[in-house]
């Protein structure tokens, strides 16, 4: 934002400072300053980094393992120790955000905050409409009943089908088990989108830092005021 737009956006009332309107000249302490614009907060806090990764196969989605194997950390050559918001199964691939932001993080995974999280998955044969129908009224599994925001067929090719799934809770294996429950096994999936925030230039294994627009825009998609993030992680205000 340039600095005379963001002077117009503060003269618009648009903007606090620690839970205040915001005047023209206010200063804020970078370190522990709240300033948010129309009550979404700005990560202003110096050591706060977000990174977004294209999570290839084979790669686990844990900060450390015991076994040795390669996991998402190892892929970000973040400045500080970042962990992995929610997981992708070590078979599955797309999206996945890497942060020390951990009221961003609570925000992403805890479905009271209803963030979507929307999937290509390669199936086993053509899911019938009804099939799909009930993916959205919720599926019984083991752990309890999955649903599906929405589920739809993006295309066909002989004995498979590509199918788009958005969910708002990430249980392990969820996806795949709620395919595979209505008789359509998943070959490959792929998580293309966290809320509103999509990327189709990453190329497998390749990370890269979020702008200050789209954490924004994350805050934004769980509903989030900085109320509302301090009252669910603890954090001071």
């Given at each position: 934002m340039s600095r005379r737009r963001a002077e117009e956006v503060i003269r618009a009332g648009r903007v606090t400072l620690d839970g205040r309107t915001a005047i023209l000249g206010d200063r804020a302490d970078g370190a522990s300053a709240v300033i948010a614009i129309d009550g979404v907060p700005l990560p202003v806090r110096a050591d706060?980094?977000?990174?977004?990764?294209?999570k290839p196969p084979g790669v686990i989605s844990t900060a450390d393992d015991p076994q040795g194997r390669t996991s998402v950390v190892d892929?970000?050559?973040?400045?500080?120790r970042v962990y992995p918001v929610g997981r992708l199964d070590a078979d599955s691939e797309g999206l996945l955000i890497l942060t020390n932001d951990?009221?961003?993080a609570n925000l992403l995974t805890h479905p009271r905050y209803g963030v979507t999280k929307t999937y290509l998955a390669r199936v086993e044969g053509a899911p019938a409409r009804s099939a799909l129908r009930n993916l959205e009224a919720g599926i019984d599994l083991e752990d309890g009943t999955a649903r599906?925001?929405?589920a739809r067929t993006v295309d066909k090719h002989g004995n498979e089908a590509l199918i788009e799934i958005v969910m708002?809770?990430?249980r392990k294996r969820e996806v795949r088990r709620m395919l595979e429950h209505i008789g359509h096994p998943v070959g490959r999936l792929v998580r293309t989108a966290i809320g509103p925030l999509r990327e189709n230039k990453l190329s497998p294994g390749a990370s890269r830092l979020l702008t200050v627009h789209e954490v924004r825009s994350l805050y934004k998609a769980a509903g989030a005021t900085w109320e509302d993030a301090a009252e669910h992680?603890?954090?001071d205000r």
């Open positions: 706060l980094v977000h990174y977004l990764l294209n892929l970000v050559d973040a400045p500080t951990g009221t961003l599906a925001r929405s708002t809770e990430g992680t603890g954090q």
